[in-house]
């Protein structure tokens, strides 16, 4: 595998705005990775939260938004929670999502219509207005 | 004393076994909650982008209602209390976003009539917004508490689950140590159970993502109960509907996927209070509960 | 009397020639009042320059000297040397600035930058007319040093001290010297024994003629300056004369009473009376009353005293207060492991197999609490797999310490290796960020780790430890695979940040010594006056000022002695006169310069009711004299007349 960092993609505007959505600046991470060692659903991420940084940080936004990652992250902030530098990656994540649904792209994994009656009848209610909140724009 | 109480969506429906209980034992200890008379959902979510005014509205609706009713809002369910302590925050270190929300809720006053009887004023923060067990330490006093005991829990092995949402964020929440809180320990300590310290106390139960990914959520909560188990916990207690949710309803799931996968009882923790308190009947209810916590409770003669 | 100034106008080459016209501005300043002699030249700083100089004064008979050339840093000295040898007193030999100031800033614009340099000059006339001579201030002071703090740096301080052939306190604040170095096994990147290159420094420094060792004592004040500090030592009571104490050790053996072994880093027990280790120097006890059965059950034991066979067990004792002189003071008070409790995320100390660091170091030596077998704390079984964390409380700005710790990649690498050679079988993982190996051999060494070692070194923090079912559970990362990483290990060893003794910032604070944020101790220059502090006479070695190992640790220790060395060499100590002075006739003794003054330089004189300043002091930094209400604060060479007529000359035309 062969990466061409080209200096335009490096200062992609949309990159700066995952930066003005987080409030979070992409190079104060050091990429320690504590923030992927903490994950509770790392194991079904295909890109680690340290990761997802450094492909912003080198300019790879598209890899990022086409990520499996940012769909299962659960928002528990154990992440920013630990990290040493301040970086609080459940909010890049955030951010990286609301860039999908608000171009009215609709999240790979969670259609709102195919919640199961059976979910919608059971399950707590602020756990279902959270999930369509989170992964459904 | 009276101190104004926010219940929210899923107390007030889904989790009235939480919000009786809670309500029963606040007037045991010398509390009356007082339900807001206006409140609406706070949202459940806390909106973690920056351009989000939207997702803050709510909670600052509901604190401004607080703010008529006194200067405290008491709430139990773990997402209500991070939403309207971090709104709350937003509108106290924000003066923009206060702006944004006051506009609204100017405009939202006009709306509606119910509201007209009050008289407005912009919302700046003044309320301070409790969470129940901080309100059974700093306002009542775990020793009162303890005076006021029918029982104690002598023996009942118990884990307490914090979760993730009253913790975190650290400098926002300002709950407790996000990693070795004890604010749960010392409630059940009160109540003279067997505090079991188990690793997963702070770790995520799948959250919201029960409703997307049940497999994803599932792996999370199974982590926290076998922690629990591990440690010789013969209950769980935690403070939010959604965690009770994913550690009591999915425990089937969870004994697919580990071998001798032993259930184990998830409660409020104001249920196990209500015991203790010798408040019965109709007010303790466990028949929403998957895992039947009465034959533990039984085997201590705690029922 | 008329002054006559000499104005020298060099060309530095092109650097100044080359923008600034040079003749006119000799010309020019030819004719400013005052001036009897005004020239040019190539380099004025050449030797044929200087003559030039040293032959106008002689010939004009000059009495003050402006050299127009580069800033006064570089050649002020060079000029006021030669103005002395054709006698003109230095103080009356200025520097005007023409080139960082005027002809390097104003390229573009040579007549500007000519008109710019004349005024420059003028400025500098003006204060020259009115510069008196000065001599440097003499001070008396005493020949004889303070080294604070007995680690490694103190005791090379003091024996290098001593062997330059002056006399040196070394006060230690616990029962023996040696400070951390003592306590661990083997060193990077030699593997030599700690304990072996260790005691015969310390048994020197403790013979030593010249040295007069206080151990259990510490600093109580100090009032002073330098070449005359006066210091207070408070020699903590032992609870038995030392200087009779032979050492027998009976009284420690037959002692009841236990308490946990600071030394052993809580592995170990110790008695109430007690030697910190076996080696200590000097090898007698101290009787730590906290823990004795005598002070803390009313009198019931007494057992040490029964059996001392020298009879010199006294309950009574009390500290001691030891008053002394002294010309110079080295502060060498180490460091401290960052407390383990603040690290939550690995338990925060609550699991007994997640140890810190020095606890290893402890384990490992042959004359530790395991007789150097690694062995865990919780069941004693040998471990099988170890991860070492570094980076633990270091690095990390948003809640411990944002610096890096320096020695930490070093000995944890040390001690993986150490428990491989000791445990063959067993698996030593590290958890690195970056590893940090620049010293000397010390790549050589962590490459001889992960090569023959087998150590697996893997890229990335750790977020969590817990204990479970027995294991050490580490949830890792390794980022150059990717891959969230859990280890189910028997043991865990953090590498704890390095932080300022917490007692060293007490004392700091006392001697008003000035310390970064975190409480290590500032250089007076971060590159050019590394073992100096700002407070003169006062003089840094070791951890104190900032994390480091052993062999910079006595290099800075060696560096600050022949810093003493260096004042000492001197009967007297001379100062920079140009220092702040009170007109007594118009001081109000409204002690407002009293109270800014940042070095205590400025006092009240109670019997005249006036301030006055203590030259051997006053650094002449001008707080007072910017806040003297009624003017009396002036600065020699720097008097308000003066810059009044600078600053009108600037401003002229
Ligand atoms: C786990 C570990 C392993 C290490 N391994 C190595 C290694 O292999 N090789 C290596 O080169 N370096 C190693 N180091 C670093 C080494 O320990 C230090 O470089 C060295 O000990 C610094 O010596 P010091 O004299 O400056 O400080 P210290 O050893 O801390 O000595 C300071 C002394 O001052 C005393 N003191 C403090 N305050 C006062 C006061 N107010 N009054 C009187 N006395 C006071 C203290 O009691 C102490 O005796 C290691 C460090 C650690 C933590
Ligand atoms: S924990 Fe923080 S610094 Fe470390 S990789 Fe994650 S975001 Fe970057
Ligand atoms: S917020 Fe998301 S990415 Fe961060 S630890 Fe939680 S689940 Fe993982
Ligand atoms: S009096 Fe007894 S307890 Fe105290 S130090 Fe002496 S022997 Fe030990
Ligand atoms: S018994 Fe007496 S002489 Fe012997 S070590 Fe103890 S105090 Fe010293
Ligand atoms: S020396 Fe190594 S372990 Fe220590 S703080 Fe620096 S990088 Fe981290
Ligand atoms: S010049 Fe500075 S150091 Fe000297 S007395 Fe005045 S304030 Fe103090």
């Known amino acids: 595998m062969r990466l061409t960092i080209k200096t335009e993609e490096l200062r992609d505007e949309l990159i700066r705005r995952v930066e003005d959505l987080s409030r979070q600046s992409l190079l104060q991470c050091y990429q320690c990775g504590k923030c992927s060692a903490g994950c509770p659903v790392v194991d079904e991420m295909d890109v680690i939260p340290s990761e997802i940084i450094r492909l912003l940080q080198i300019g790879r936004l598209e890899e990022v938004l086409n990520s499996k990652t940012i769909w299962v992250c659960a928002s528990c902030l154990q992440c920013a929670s630990r990290c040493p530098k301040g970086v609080e990656f459940s909010n890049i994540c955030d951010a990286l999502r609301q860039m999908v649904l608000r171009k009215r792209l609709s999240n790979p994994r969670m259609d709102a219509d195919e919640v199961s009656a059976i979910m919608i009848s059971d399950a707590p209610q602020m756990g279902v207005v959270a999930a369509l909140r989170k992964l459904n724009g | ?303 | 009397m008329e002054e006559r100034i000499g104005v020298f106008v060099c060309h530095c080459g092109s650097n100044i020639a080359g923008v600034v016209d040079v003749k006119r501005v000799a010309e020019e300043l030819g004719k400013y009042p005052g001036v009897a002699y005004s020239t040019d030249y190539t380099y004025m700083c050449s030797d044929p320059g200087q003559t030039m100089v040293k032959d106008a004064i002689k010939e004009h008979n000059l009495s003050g000297v402006i050299v127009a050339a580069c800033s006064p840093t570089l050649h002020e000295a060079t000029f006021r040397r030669a103005g002395r040898v054709a006698g003109v007193n230095p103080y009356q030999v200025e520097i005007a600035n023409i080139r960082e100031q005027c002809s390097w800033v104003h390229q573009g614009d040579k007549e500007a930058a000519t008109r710019k340099a004349i005024k420059i000059i003028k400025t500098m006339v003006e204060k020259a007319r009115l510069d008196e001579a000065l001599d440097p201030i003499a001070v008396p002071m005493t020949h004889k040093a303070l080294v604070v703090g007995g680690g490694i740096a103190g005791i090379q301080a003091a024996l290098d001290i001593a062997n330059a052939g002056y006399e040196t306190i070394l006060v230690e604040r616990g029962p023996s010297i040696g400070g951390h170095m003592a306590q661990l096994s083997e060193t990077f990147p030699t593997l030599d024994c700690s304990q072996c290159i260790m005691t015969p420094k310390m048994v020197e420094v403790a013979q030593h003629p010249r040295v007069k060792l206080m151990t259990y004592s510490e600093i109580d004040d100090v009032s002073g300056y330098v070449g005359n500090f006066k210091v207070k030592i408070r020699k903590k009571a032992a609870y038995l004369d030392r200087d009779i104490c032979n050492g027998c050790g009976l009284c420690m053996e037959k002692c009841p009473a236990k308490t946990t072994s600071e030394f052993d880093e809580g592995l170990a027990q110790r008695k109430a009376i007690y030697t910190p280790f076996p080696q200590a120097v000097p090898n007698k006890p101290v009787l730590d009353r906290d823990h004795c059965t005598y002070f803390l059950n009313d009198g019931k034991c007494g057992i040490c005293k029964k059996i001392c066979p020298v009879q010199c067990i006294d309950y009574e004792q009390e500290d001691e207060i030891v008053e002394d002189e002294v010309g110079a003071i080295v502060v060498a008070t180490g460091y401290d492991l960052y407390p383990i409790e603040n690290l939550g995320e690995y338990g925060g100390g609550k699991y007994p197999d997640v140890i810190t660091s020095l606890q290893f170091e402890r384990m490992l030596s042959a004359s530790g609490p395991t007789e150097g077998e690694v062995k865990r704390p919780s069941d004693g079984k040998v471990p099988e797999t170890v991860v070492f964390l570094t980076c633990c409380g270091s690095r990390d700005p948003e809640a411990h310490m944002p610096y890096c710790s320096k020695v930490c990649c070093m000995y944890l690498t040390k001690h993986a290796m150490l428990y491989k050679h000791k445990v063959h079988d067993g698996q030593a993982y590290v958890f690195y960020m970056d590893v940090r190996t620049a010293g000397k051999g010390y790549e050589e060494f962590y490459t001889r780790a992960a090569e023959e070692d087998d150590v697996l070194f893997l890229r990335g923090k750790v977020s969590k430890i817990f204990e479970e079912d027995g294991k050490v559970v580490v949830w890792g990362v390794d980022t150059l695979a990717g891959r969230k990483v859990e280890i189910e290990a028997d043991m865990a060893v953090l590498g704890l940040a390095t932080v300022p003794n917490a007692a060293a910032k007490d004392l700091a604070n006392m001697l008003k010594l000035h310390t970064d944020e975190w409480g290590f101790l500032a250089e007076a220059h971060p590159k050019l006056r590394p073992v100096e502090s700002l407070a003169p006479g006062f003089y840094l070695a070791g951890a104190a000022q900032g994390p480091k190992d052993i062999p910079e640790a006595v290099a800075q220790a060696s560096a600050a002695a022949s810093k003493v060395a260096h004042l000492f060499a001197e009967e007297e100590y001379h100062r920079e006169p140009i220092i702040a002075w009170i007109d007594e006739d118009t001081c109000a003794g409204c002690r407002v310069c009293v109270s800014v003054c940042p070095y205590d330089a400025a006092e009240f004189d109670v019997e005249k009711g006036i301030a006055r300043i203590q030259e051997a002091i006053c650094e002449g930094c001008g707080a007072c004299i910017a806040a003297c209400p009624s003017a009396s604060a002036q600065q020699r060479n720097l008097t308000d007349e003066q810059v009044y007529k600078m600053v009108s000359a600037a401003l002229e035309g």
């Not at chain 2, 909106?47 to 200067?71: F, H, K, Q, T």
């Not at chain 2, 919302?123 to 775990?142: A, F, I, S």
């Open chain 2, 1 to 303: 004393m009276k101190i104004p109480y926010y219940p929210g969506c899923t107390l007030h429906e889904r989790a009235l076994d939480f919000d009786v209980s809670a309500r029963e034992c606040a007037k045991a200890v010398g509390v009356e909650l007082q339900e807001l008379p206006i409140w609406t959902c706070c949202g459940a979510v806390f909106p973690l982008v920056s351009d989000n005014v939207m997702e803050i509205l709510a909670p600052v609706r509901n604190l401004a209602y607080a703010a008529r009713e006194g200067d405290k809002l008491v709430t139990l369910c773990s997402f209500c209390y991070h939403v309207l302590k971090r709104a709350n925050k937003v509108v106290k270190d924000d003066p923009e976003k206060m702006e944004k929300a006051n506009l609204f809720l100017r405009a939202d006053t006009e709306a509606r009539e119910e509201v007209e009887s009050y008289t407005r004023k912009d919302y700046e923060g003044q309320v301070d917004v409790l969470h129940y067990l901080e309100m059974l330490r700093d306002v009542v006093g775990y020793d009162e508490v303890k005076k006021k005991l029918r029982r104690t829990l002598d023996g009942l092995r118990v884990a307490p689950y914090y979760g993730c949402m009253l913790l975190r964020p650290k400098k926002e929440m300002e709950f407790d140590d996000p990693e070795q809180p004890s604010i749960f320990e010392e409630f059940l300590d009160t109540l003279g159970c067997d505090v079991v310290d188990f690793a997963m106390k702070t770790e995520c139960c799948g959250g919201f993502q029960i409703v997307a990914d049940e497999d994803l959520a599932v792996q999370c909560s199974r982590n926290v109960v076998g922690s629990a188990l591990k440690n010789g916990a013969e209950i769980i207690v935690t403070t939010c509907p959604l965690c009770r949710y994913n550690l009591d309803k999915k425990q089937d799931e969870m004994a697919k996927s580990v071998r001798g996968f032993k259930k184990i009882p998830v409660v409020y923790f104001t249920q196990l209070l209500g015991i203790a308190l010798g408040i019965g009947g109709e007010h303790i209810d466990f028949s929403d509960n998957y895992v039947d916590p009465r034959p533990v409770l039984a085997g201590k003669s705690l029922l």
